[in-house]
């Protein structure tokens, strides 16, 4: 088993059909169909089924692929740190959920080391992302919450991917309106004043929606509901359309949000505690070690 064919596999996987995998590898079609299959060969399994609507992973294949990611992934973090060409360049991810106050951090952690070169990561993702990317050390640290409905099946996740859970915060629930939505004067609002306008919710596109929600009142059946995977396209549906989203409250330093939206504290409580994972045993980073420095300023008592 080689890295390339383990590269070749998740193209093909992200792919519709082998040849369009093999434009995108710069491959003929033959010799991509016969490296899949050398693959298949070594490993005892099928990992793809040709169908109606071109090629899918079986149920073996799907099995499979993550720990195909997982190789590449760490074979790429070899590659940058001792087989690339400028090794002075410094190194440092991070990934978390939609959280600004994380952001802020890294902007600080970033003013403090003034460094000739670097090749820095700030990754805004879904939940399982987050959690895959220090699980794999895609990212050194993890910013990622959990309420009532989801915090069994995270600290089990937490447990199984071996990472380390530091609390750093617990917030009420908010809701946030554009600065001129007709509730937007209000003090304390319920869900059931905001029944009319539509919930805007990250999509974390998983079967798992409901577990790995970043947002409070994660089982709550919602009366009009509108998915976004984007901060600023959130931003713009929440005032186009009287829209609302679940929040903490400590949005509101957002540069970009603060002076267009209020937060109003709601009559239904659901709440977050939020924290950083690491991967357990892993030594940090100097650079690690200072953002962590930076998220603790924010520590409340938990």
């Known amino acids: ?34 490296t899949i299959r050398e693959l298949e060969e070594e490993l005892g399994i099928k990992i793809f089924e040709r169908t109606n609507k071109g090629i899918a992973l079986t149920g073996e294949g799907l099995d499979f692929l993550p720990y195909a990611k997982q190789a590449v992934s760490q074979f790429k973090m070899i590659e940058d740190r001792y087989i690339g060409t400028d090794r002075e360049k410094k190194l440092f991810s991070v990934s978390m959920q939609h959280y600004v106050f994380a952001v ?47 915090e069994n099946i995270l600290k089990k996740l937490f447990r199984e991917y071996q990472l380390e859970f530091h609390p750093l915060m617990k917030k009420d629930t908010f809701a946030y309106v554009w600065k001129n939505h007709p509730l937007a004067n209000l003090t304390e609002i319920s869900l059931e004043d905001l029944w009319k306008y539509p919930c805007v919710s990250f999509d974390q596109n998983s079967e798992n929606e409901f577990y790995l929600s970043e947002e409070a009142l994660g089982d709550y059946d919602f009366n009009k509901i509108i998915k976004s995977n984007d901060r600023a396209t959130s931003a713009e549906i929440l005032a186009g359309l009287n829209g609302y989203s679940i929040g903490t409250g400590i949005m509101t330093d957002s540069v970009t949000l603060k002076d267009e939206f209020v937060c109003i504290k709601l009559k239904e409580e ?28 924010y520590q409340e008592e938990v």
């Not at 088993?1 to 998740?10: A, G, P």
């Open 1 to 34: 088993m080689t890295i390339l064919q383990l590269k070749y596999l998740i193209t093909i996987a992200a792919s519709s059909s082998m040849r369009e995998a093999a434009g995108k590898l710069y491959v003929s079609q033959p010799a991509l169909s016969a």
């Open 104 to 150: 802020h951090a890294f902007i600080k952690t970033v003013k403090m080391f003034e460094l000739p070169k670097y090749a820095y990561s700030i990754h805004e993702t879904k939940t399982d992302e987050v959690l895959s990317h220090v699980r794999e050390l895609k990212s050194e640290i993890g910013i990622i919450s959990y309420g009532k409905s989801n």
């Open 270 to 297: 659901d709440p977050l505690t939020i924290g950083y994972i690491v991967r357990i045993n892993h030594k940090l980073s100097d650079i690690g070690e200072r953002y962590i420095e930076e998220l603790k300023k």
